[in-house]
Each structure stands twice: as C-alpha cells, then as structure tokens.
C-alpha cells in the first residue's frame, strides 16, 4: 500500500512540475514575441536590432528560456510514459526535442 501512495505522490510532483513548465514555456513564448516580433519584422531589421540591443537580448533569454522549459516537460514525463509504452515515450521526447530545435531557429 506505501508504493502505492509513494506512485501517487511521485505523479503528483511531477504533474505539478510539467504544470509549471508548461505555464513558464508559454508565458516566456509570448514574451519573447513581444519583444522581438516588432524588431525582426521590419524592413530594416538589421538597423532595429542594433538600436534596440537591450530588447532583442532579452527576447533572446525568453526563447532559451522556453526551450528549456520544453526539454524540461519532455525530460520529466519520460518515466511516466515509459512505464505504458518506451517506444511512445521516447518517440514524445524526440518530437520535443525537434519543437525546441524548431523554435529556436524559427527567428534565427
């Protein structure tokens, strides 16, 4: 019966853990739109990047910082899926891996 419950508190952290990462992967998502969407979809982007440094650094550290949220999702729901189907588990932490690749070249 300890297993049981220690199982259910184990799912429990690590719902709660994707639950804020999912949460800080969207909210620095949008962020770094709003910081960098104005500035790279100029005409004349090149001389927008360079005049606002400060904005594009910090779009910049919101896109990492989303990305990381993502492999941090992938990275924590592995076991849970492992433990129904490993193939499905880690086919879920390849396709994450690709979003994330994804994302970061998405502005580059």
Do not use: W
């Amino acid at each position: 019966m300890e297993e049981k419950d220690e199982n259910t508190n184990s799912y429990r952290k690590t719902a709660i853990i994707v639950g804020v990462l999912f949460i800080t992967s969207t909210v620095a998502g949008i962020l770094s739109v709003v910081f960098l969407e104005s500035i790279l979809n100029a005409p004349d982007y090149l001389i927008n990047v360079s005049a606002n440094e400060n904005q594009v650094i910090i779009g910049t550290v919101l896109e990492l910082i989303c990305a990381g949220a993502f492999l941090g999702i992938a990275v924590m729901i592995f076991p849970v899926l492992k433990k129904h189907n490993e193939s499905i588990a880690l086919g879920y932490v390849v396709a994450r891996i690709c979003e994330e690749i994804s994302i970061l070249f998405s502005n580059a």
